[in-house]
């Protein structure tokens, strides 16, 4: 399957989770965008202190060309990101890509999804985020922290 805005990504991040749920029933969790995404609601110290708010337009990122907007900050400094759902297949997986210009500091474009398998009545996850880093010198001094923070992203999902 191939994502429909052919952007090339330099870095992937991916875990793996044993889920005690049917397939459906993580699917219906992780295709909630608030409850996929509520750790960059929350201030924490892997953003700085600073959080991110939501906007959805009317499909709310439950289905493809959907789009979702976050605004926020990170130590005083305004971020901007904008995703596209680009493949959603209930109950078995989800992309979603950034789309245009990103206002953020450790990583620039990326695409982020989930793939669910059925093992028995329960579920294998596999949460990833392929990435780049931000252009210019920030990319030599990203590489370290973007790792972290996409390692944190897609542990953060996994526990959703």
């Known amino acids: 399957m191939q994502a429909a805005f052919q952007v090339k990504y330099a870095l992937h991040t991916e875990t793996r989770a044993h889920v005690r749920a049917s397939p459906a029933d993580v699917f219906a969790l992780l295709d909630d965008q608030e409850a996929l995404g509520a750790h960059m609601t929350r201030r924490s110290a892997m953003m700085a202190g600073g959080s991110m708010g939501y906007q959805f337009d009317q499909a709310k990122g439950r289905a493809v060309g959907s789009v979702i907007r976050m605004n926020g900050d990170m130590l005083g400094l305004a971020l901007a990101v904008e995703e596209v759902v ?54 030599f001094l990203a590489r370290v922290p973007a790792h972290l923070y996409a390692r944190w992203c897609v542990e953060q999902m996994a526990d959703a």
């Open 86 to 139: 680009t493949e959603r297949i209930p109950p078995k997986h989800k992309l979603l890509e950034t789309r245009g210009p990103q206002r953020m500091f450790v990583i620039d474009a990326y695409r982020l999804g989930f793939e669910i398998e059925p093992v028995g009545a329960n579920s294998a996850l596999r949460v990833f985020i392929d990435y780049n880093l931000p252009p210019g010198p920030l990319a």
